[in-house]
């Protein structure tokens, strides 16, 4: 199982932004799928993530703001960046609880994109 993200750049403060994050491979289903950051110097941290149904979660530094959405025929996961802060600057990463056989889930990573706001 493979996760591939995209969509990371370098944006104006107030602009937007689109990640992906697409799983290939051979499971089962997917789980949980979530979109966390890590900025220079601290530690990774939870932004979004939105379950098998729909149900999604937001950390309170990006309600309103972001979105986290997914496409399940196409396995791939989106984070909607609006509004964007120079704090939002960090490298983003995907991951999932993919289930490839019998009845566990393991979490799966993608490799990061690279997220730059500033003027």
């Known amino acids: 199982v493979q996760l591939q993200a995209s969509g990371g750049g370098l944006v104006q403060p107030g602009g937007s932004l689109r990640l992906s994050c697409a799983a290939s491979?051979?499971?089962?289903?997917?789980?949980?799928m979530r979109w966390l950051i890590q900025a220079p110097g601290k530690q990774r941290e939870l932004v979004a993530s939105?379950?098998?149904?729909?149900?999604?979660n937001y950390a309170d530094s990006v309600k309103g703001r972001f979105t986290i959405s997914r496409d399940n025929t196409k396995n791939t996961v989106y984070l909607q960046m609006n509004s964007l802060k120079p704090e939002d600057t960090a490298v983003y990463y995907c991951?999932?609880?993919?289930?490839?056989?019998?009845?566990?889930?393991?979490?799966?990573w993608g490799q990061g994109t690279l997220v730059t706001v500033s003027s």
């Open positions: 491979g051979s499971f089962f289903s997917i789980g949980l």
């Open positions: 939105v379950a098998s149904g729909g149900s999604t």
């Open positions: 991951n999932a609880d993919v289930l490839n056989s019998g009845s566990i889930y393991y979490t799966y």
